[in-house]
């Protein structure tokens, strides 16, 4: 049966953390392992390529990542979703524009696309 990992990355400007479904993790224990440190650096590094875009047109960010492996060997993500929340983005289609920019720029995004279909969807507060 295929199994979920979900983390869930936040951005401020004072703070910038993952955690897991049970709480915030930073060790390897049983409930934060490989993958949700893998789709915690998605996370972060789909949040700072948007951030190295000239304008920054919101107040935070929230990126929700949630990874279903493959039960086969080797059992690589089948599918990753990720639901980005934006908060006080002043211009949704200039923050939509951002973010299909990152999709192609950010390196874990596509490194892990090679095994993984990807679903982005994008709310805004």
Do not use: Q
Not at 16 to 37: C, Q
Not at 38 to 54: M, R, V, W
Not at 60 to 88: C, F, H, Q, W, Y
């Amino acid at each position: 049966m295929a199994r979920e990992r979900i983390i869930t990355a936040h951005f401020t400007d004072s703070r910038r953390y993952f955690e897991n479904s049970l709480g915030k993790e930073y060790d390897y224990t049983a409930a934060t392992g490989p993958y949700e440190y893998l789709l915690g650096a998605l996370a972060g590094c789909f949040y700072l390529t948007l951030a190295s875009y000239e304008h920054k047109p919101w107040t935070s960010v929230d990126i929700n990542v949630r990874g279903i492996k493959r039960d086969e060997v080797p059992t690589t993500l089948r599918k990753t979703v990720m639901a980005i929340t934006a908060t006080g983005a002043e211009d949704k289609e200039e923050f939509l524009s951002l973010v299909r920019k990152a999709e192609s720029e950010c390196s874990v995004f596509a490194t892990i696309s090679k095994v993984s279909e990807m679903e982005v969807n994008v709310d805004f507060v």
